[in-house]
């Protein structure tokens, strides 16, 4: 892994939803959204979430930047637990860590022309005002790609990659150092796609940004990924760099995944792998390894033994006891 400064550690994050029923709202199970999961990002680095509906890559952003509460686990921006931090020193630390997030639309508020959505976050960290923020807002328009002109216009009057760019510089505007993208372009068309890809790329390249990119499209994930994390009810079940888990992937879930993928840059299309029955209930998940009750590799043990995360190549964590461990053997929980 790369020498660089670590921007984001996350330790053993859980996140369990109460289900409440009865009368009395009584607490009677919990969902286990996300049950355990650990990854650091460096600077500059862009590690990708990848994963079915439901399986929890959303809430894991959203429990990052605290509009989720965890229920459980570490969080660290810069060296900072932020954890449980109380709601100002939150507010300062919110700074470093911005979103970009799926509807390029209703993320952004209509009744505010395009030059105050942008400047929106300058003026509330007071970081500049006057002919100083009017500079500011240019010189960020520029670096997305939108005309200077437009600072005047509303968000019905763009389109809907022009949108997500205003998204994009509204984010950058305070200078942080991790950018979180929810499903950033799943809601754009694929020629609108590459080009806000592309401008991503560009600006982490010029700004040493730090991407926690979420998304079920795998060729995206291909085309942007340094790291890809395969996510499977609520946990992490691989690892890995992007050469590395789309040339020789390791778990039976990223096999399935990047087999029913419809294309991928890397070559000829993979064998079908049929996932049978559905995925189970984060309320009351398999027990051992989540992933044995669709695996078709699935031992006798894989029952009642549940995996850890464990480095079984040079940077390459999976869980699964199918794989022998190299490495140094040691899970990534630990510190």
Known sequence: MSSAEVVLRVRDLKKHFPVHRGVLSRVVAHVQAVDGVSFEIRRGETLCLVGESGCGKSTVARSITRLEEPTAGSIELNGVDITALGSEALRA??????????????????????????????????????????????????????????????????????????????????????????????????????????????????????YLFVSHDLAVVEHIGHRVAVMYLGRIVELADNADLFGAPLHPYTEA????????????????????????SPMNPPSGCRFHTRCPFALPECKQTDPPLLEVAPGHHVACLRRPVGGDGAPLTTA
């Open 93 to 210: 630390q919110r700074r470093e860590m911005q979103m970009v997030f799926q509807d390029p639309y209703s993320s952004l508020n209509p009744r505010l022309s395009a030059g105050d959505i942008v400047g929106e976050p300058l003026t509330n960290f007071a970081l500049a005002q006057g002919a100083e923020l009017e500079r500011r807002i240019a010189a960020l328009f520029e670096h997305v790609g939108l005309r200077p002109e437009a600072v005047h216009k509303y968000p019905h009057e763009f389109s809907g990659g022009q949108r997500q760019r205003l998204g994009i510089a509204r984010a950058l505007a305070v200078n942080p150092s991790l950018i979180i993208a929810d499903e950033p372009v799943s809601a754009l068309d694929v020629s609108v796609q590459a080009q806000v890809l592309n401008l991503l790329i560009d600006l982490q390249e010029q700004f040493e940004l730090a």
């Open 257 to 280: 995944l990047l087999a029913a993928a419809p294309s991928l840059e890397t070559g000829a299309r993979r064998e079908r792998i049929i996932l049978q029955g559905d995925v189970p």
